[in-house]
């Protein structure tokens, strides 16, 4: 039986406990928020749960395995940390950590513990991604030219972090998970118009070795609710719309040919190819549950969660290059490859923890 402990009972916290309350092979053993009222209104849910406003206790508490950590992502690093040092398996929100730096730590801790590292990136655990992603390996849309991302809504507006951090994680995940391949760099560009110095709107391109390109438009400041990716490829084309209840995946058989070879201007004509739109069936369940249950899985087995601690750098190393791209105008900077060592630094460690 793994325990669990939770800290934060905010936006997303009770929907963990939720899931995990109901999974078999572990309990919730502990809640922490620092909101006494958000405590009490989980738990009057879940009564068997203890109770505390001090996420250092649940940390040290030896009867939990497993913390799951649910807080704004300034505090994923040094809680993150401590429970891993404490010999505790992490599920952590995304994005991981607030830089590639900390991240780094986080993975190469966990791998030296040998403890499972894990961020919920739950849109890779949906059937319609998953559906997604079985259909660009099959090939039947064709060598894929771009993909083009849009997550754009009315707020909620953070004081902490800019729409690309809040947003763009899905996104750069799902896009990473279909590809399965890391971009070589990143142009970005926004907008304050609310908060001085938070960008509201953000733009930004992944460029890949192959010239391919995805590009994703982050925004807290439209009219609309939008959650959508296109996928383009030389033979056919997808579109995934997530506020779909039903058809969230529609394929069009729709591509433009060149003609091989010409003589005169005249006979150069592009073909273009307009066939059936099919929308595939997709068997749906709860990305949470399956996230959750997968997080278990990792830790009875050993294995490598599909939302490891490596997975979940490789967006953080997307976000920080986007930061430095705004500050730089829109310039491209370039994404170095991470090679894990599994050696930690005691005095990068020790230097964070104060």
Not at 42 to 71: F, G, N, P
Not at 118 to 129: E, K, L, Q, R, W
Not at 329 to 340: F, L, N, S, V, W
Request: charged fraction near 25%.
């Amino acid at each position: 039986m793994i325990s669990i402990g939770v800290i934060g009972c905010g936006y997303w916290g009770p929907n963990l406990v939720r899931n995990f309350s109901v999974l078999k092979g572990c309990r919730v053993k502990t809640l922490c928020d620092t909101d006494p009222h958000r405590l009490e209104a989980v738990s009057s849910l879940y009564s068997q749960v203890e109770l505390t406003t001090d996420y250092s206790s649940l940390i040290a508490d030896t009867d939990i395995d497993a913390v799951v950590i649910a807080t704004p992502v300034r505090f994923h690093f040094e809680m993150a940390l401590q429970s891993l040092l404490s010999g505790k398996h992490v599920f952590v929100e995304k994005p991981m950590v607030g830089n590639v730096h900390e991240g780094k730590i986080l993975l190469e801790t966990a791998a030296k513990h040998n403890l499972t590292l894990m961020v919920g990136h739950t849109f890779i655990y949906s059937p319609a991604v998953r559906k997604m992603k079985q259909i660009i390996d099959s090939g039947e849309l064709g060598e894929i030219q771009y993909l083009s991302a849009r997550r754009l809504n009315l707020g909620l507006f953070q004081k902490d972090i800019n729409v690309a951090w809040d947003l763009a994680p899905h996104d750069i995940s799902i896009i990473l998970y279909v590809l399965d391949d890391s971009p070589l760099s990143v142009n970005c560009q926004g907008k304050a118009h609310v908060h001085p110095n938070i960008e509201d709107i953000t733009n930004m391109v992944l460029n890949y070795h192959n010239g391919r390109i995805a590009t994703i438009q982050s925004s807290w400041l439209d009219p609309n609710k939008v959650r959508d990716m296109t996928v383009v490829g030389s033979k056919k084309m997808l579109v995934y719309n997530d506020l779909e209840p039903m058809e969230k995946i529609k394929i069009y058989d729709k591509h433009v040919e060149i003609p091989p070879h010409y003589d005169t201007f005249a006979e150069f004509h592009y073909s273009y190819h307009y066939g059936d739109m099919h929308a595939p069936y997709i068997k749906q369940y709860e990305p949470l549950k399956r996230e959750c249950r997968h997080f278990l899985d990792c830790i009875e087995t050993g294995d490598t969660s599909e939302s490891s601690g490596i997975e979940a750098l490789k967006v953080v190393q997307v976000l920080e290059a986007a930061s430095k791209s705004l500050k730089d105008g829109g310039g491209k900077i370039d994404i170095e490859p991470y090679y894990p060592s599994e050696v930690v630094s005691k005095t990068a460690v020790d230097s964070r923890l104060g």
